[in-house]
């Protein structure tokens, strides 16, 4: 099992930036990938960056050159997104995710999530 802690959110105002923090812990061999989701009210959860162990991101098209997504160990059980530029529409929970699963597959584990709120 792996259990992923979530911190760093909080309130800010637009422009403004958030660095968030995910620690994975557990009996595991090996995460595949980290990433991030968010889930703002009332809308569906979805992807904002993914980071594999070898060094492959994924990024929404509405973060892109905003956000950014690093780990310090090759996504071993950390990953980072600094985020910068905040916008009032990038409110919402965030969420941690893992994968120890091949590539192709959904991420597996998942945080309780951070709340992000971007003030006008």
């Known amino acids: 099992q792996v259990q992923l802690v979530e911190s760093g959110g909080g309130l800010v105002q637009a422009g403004e930036s958030l660095r968030l923090s995910c620690i994975a812990s557990?009996?595991?061999?090996?995460?595949?990938?980290m990433g991030w989701y968010r889930q703002a009210p009332g809308k569906q959860r979805e992807l904002v960056a993914t980071?594999?162990?070898?060094?492959?991101?994924?990024y929404h098209d509405s973060v892109k050159g905003r956000f950014t997504i690093s780990s310090r160990d090759n996504v071993k059980n950390t990953v980072y997104l600094q985020m910068n530029s905040l916008q009032p529409e990038d409110t919402a929970v965030y969420y941690c995710?893992?994968?120890?699963?091949?590539?192709?597959?959904?991420?597996?584990?998942w945080g309780k999530g951070t709340l992000v709120t971007v003030s006008s």
């Open positions: 995710a893992a994968r120890n699963s091949p590539p192709g597959n959904a991420m597996n584990y």
């Open positions: 980071l594999t162990s070898g060094g492959s991101t994924t």
């Open positions: 557990g009996s595991f061999v090996r995460l595949n990938a």
